[in-house]
């Protein structure tokens, strides 16, 4: 990889995001919109759980961020095939930039824009709904650029798979929905189903969530999330070998129709 060609794609691809960047900005405002009416109900099931002193945001602003994160991943979805229909992936190609060169810029400007939107999403919840975790909050920053490079990666790995946009998109939708609604982002795991709880481990939101549950209601520090860190690492790694995977296979096969 030659640092000046992964910057020239990256400088790329962040002009064309910067023009693009309406659902982005749709995907920060949504989750805002939505918190003050999931506060509520919100306050009740923790408070169902033992903690009668919690508000009820400690739950609906990181589930708002990260239901709204999974969303996010069409963003990504996006930036690939879109670069087919404007021309700039076949330029890219034929420029001196190796496919390394080519996938680690997208995967860059796409994982600065995730993590931005997840922080924005949070740090916007905490002012406008006095979200204070009794943690740390340095450990949400980390659970929260993690699970912003896990996305990232779904999203670049099911670019890099899919044929056509119209599948990544649908697959992109589909399993960030179930994900992030069996991870407990929309009401805590304690809630569902005895026989459901077990599954929500296959998220990658429920360990996130977990995480930020564990440093705002319990006062959790970096050492004490360290298991729900070390499981968001395994789904990076898992993901972003399947990148790789298509990297080595070949890059120039995605259609746009």
């Given at each position: 990889?030659?640092?000046?060609?992964y910057?020239?794609v990256?400088?790329?691809?962040?002009?064309?995001?910067?023009?693009?960047?309406g659902?982005?900005?749709?995907?920060t405002l949504a989750?805002?919109?939505l918190?003050?009416?999931?506060?509520?109900a919100?306050k009740?099931?923790?408070a169902?759980?033992g903690y009668a002193?919690a508000?009820?945001?400690e739950q609906a602003v990181?589930?708002?961020?990260t239901l709204?994160s999974f969303?996010?991943?069409?963003?990504i979805?996006?930036?690939?095939?879109?670069?087919?229909a404007w021309g700039t992936w076949?330029r890219l190609?034929a420029?001196a930039?190796?496919?390394?060169?080519?996938v680690?810029?997208?995967?860059t400007?796409?994982?600065?824009?995730?993590a931005l939107?997840?922080?924005?999403?949070?740090?916007l919840?905490s002012?406008?709904?006095?979200?204070r975790?009794a943690?740390d909050p340095a450990a949400?920053i980390?659970?929260a650029?993690?699970?912003a490079?896990?996305l990232?990666?779904?999203?670049?790995a099911?670019?890099?798979?899919a044929?056509?946009?119209?599948?990544?998109?649908?697959l992109?939708?589909?399993?960030g929905?179930?994900?992030?609604?069996?991870g407990?982002t929309?009401c805590?795991?304690?809630s569902?189903?005895?026989?459901?709880?077990?599954?929500?481990?296959?998220?990658p939101?429920?360990?996130?969530?977990?995480a930020?549950?564990?440093?705002?209601?319990?006062g959790a520090?970096f050492?004490?999330i360290a298991p729900?860190?070390a499981?968001?690492?395994?789904f990076?790694a898992?993901l972003?070998a399947l990148a790789?995977v298509?990297?080595?296979?070949?890059?120039?096969g995605?259609?746009?129709?």
């Open positions: 990889m030659q640092p000046r060609r910057l020239a990256v400088r790329l691809g962040a002009l064309l995001r910067l023009r693009d960047a659902l982005v900005v749709l995907m989750p805002l919109v918190m003050p009416f999931m506060i509520p919100c009740t099931m923790l169902s759980e002193a508000a009820g945001a990181p589930g708002m961020a709204f969303l996010s991943v069409q963003v979805v996006q930036s690939f095939f879109r670069e087919h076949p190609r420029s930039a190796t496919a390394a060169d080519v680690l810029g997208k995967v400007v796409a994982y600065v824009v995730q939107q997840l922080l924005a999403v949070l740090a919840g002012a406008l709904f006095n979200y975790p943690g949400i980390v659970v650029l993690l699970f490079a896990v990232a990666a779904f999203g670049v099911l670019s890099l798979w044929r056509t946009e119209g599948t990544a998109l649908s992109a939708n589909l399993i929905m179930l994900a992030a609604g069996l407990g929309l805590t795991v304690a569902f189903p005895e026989w459901a709880q077990p599954l929500a481990k296959l998220s939101a429920y360990w996130a969530l977990d930020v549950r564990a440093v705002s209601l319990d520090g050492g004490d729900q860190l499981a968001l690492g395994v990076l898992v972003t790789m298509r990297c080595f296979l070949g890059i120039d995605v259609k746009t129709e």
